[in-house]
T-cell receptor
Framework: DTAVSQTPKYLVTQMGNDKSIKCEQN?????MYWYKQDSKKFLKIMFS???????INETVPNRFSPKSPDKAHLNLHINSLELGDSAVYFC???????????????FGPGTRLTVL | AQKITQTQPGMFVQEKEAVTLDCTYD???????LFWYKQPSSGEMIFLIY??????QNATEGRYSLNFQKARKSANLVISASQLGDSAMYFC???????????FGKGTKLTVNP
């Protein structure tokens, strides 16, 4: 009964390859996110989708493309991988009743991407 | 712009003692929330506690309490009776009312010594 799941957990690939990370949540939440955690443990939001619509798109190279086929899924596709893309990528979901600030986000286990 | 500052990159505490992890924030929005998340070495992100800007009382959840000082814009996490399993990274996080975006601090690595 995993709430937010990601696959794969580990991904090792060569520079220049294209790869995807999948995320699914069974919480019935409307909003999903992708975060990148760098080697210094700093977490930064990349994208957010609400009911399949892109609502947050931080300054991220356009080699990164999120896709949300339905509100329970948010996948991350990365083209032409670079060494600097090596990081842990977290998917998260939340249900925010506006205008509340109670935006508790439920995180997936993370995907550790290593680009060689 | 919203900002979270955690000035302690690392903290050490003896088992069974209390420890305070510092967090200051900056926002111009009157409606906001502050979260603390824990990230153990296994990597998952675990929600610990939440404080809303309009909450009159400081939040508490078991051994965790949030020392919320609105005028100082600080939201320190207090862990009482530390346990070895509390060793982890701790992130202070800011949310704005009605916004999906969370702003994370850089984290504090807590080590609990036996």
């Amino acid at each position: 009964d995993t709430a937010v799941s990601q696959t794969p957990k580990y991904l090792v690939t060569q520079m220049g390859n294209d790869k995807s990370i999948k995320c699914e949540q069974n919480l019935g939440h409307d909003t999903m996110y992708w975060y990148k955690q760098d080697s210094k443990k700093f977490l930064k939001i990349m994208f957010s989708y609400n009911n399949k619509e892109l609502i947050i798109n931080e300054t991220v190279p356009n080699r990164f493309s999120p896709k949300s086929p339905d509100k329970a899924h948010l996948n991350l596709h990365i083209n032409s991988l670079e060494l600097g893309d090596s990081a842990v990528y977290f998917c998260a979901s939340s249900q925010i009743p506006p205008p509340s600030s109670y935006n508790e986000q439920f995180f997936g286990p993370g995907t550790r991407l290593t680009v060689l | 712009a919203q900002k979270i500052t955690q000035t302690q990159p690392g903290m050490f505490v003896q088992e069974k003692e209390a420890v305070t992890l510092d967090c200051t924030y900056d926002t111009s929005d009157p409606s906001y929330g502050l979260f603390w998340y824990k990230q153990p070495s296994s990597g998952e992100m675990i929600f610990l506690i939440y404080q809303g800007s309009y909450d009159q009382q400081n939040a508490t959840e078991g051994r965790y309490s949030l020392n919320f000082q609105k005028a100082r814009k600080s939201a320190n996490l207090v862990i009482s009776a530390s346990q070895l399993g509390d060793s982890a990274m701790y992130f202070c996080v800011l949310s704005q009312g009605g916004s999906e975006k969370l702003v994370f601090g850089k984290g504090t690595k807590l080590t609990v010594n036996p």
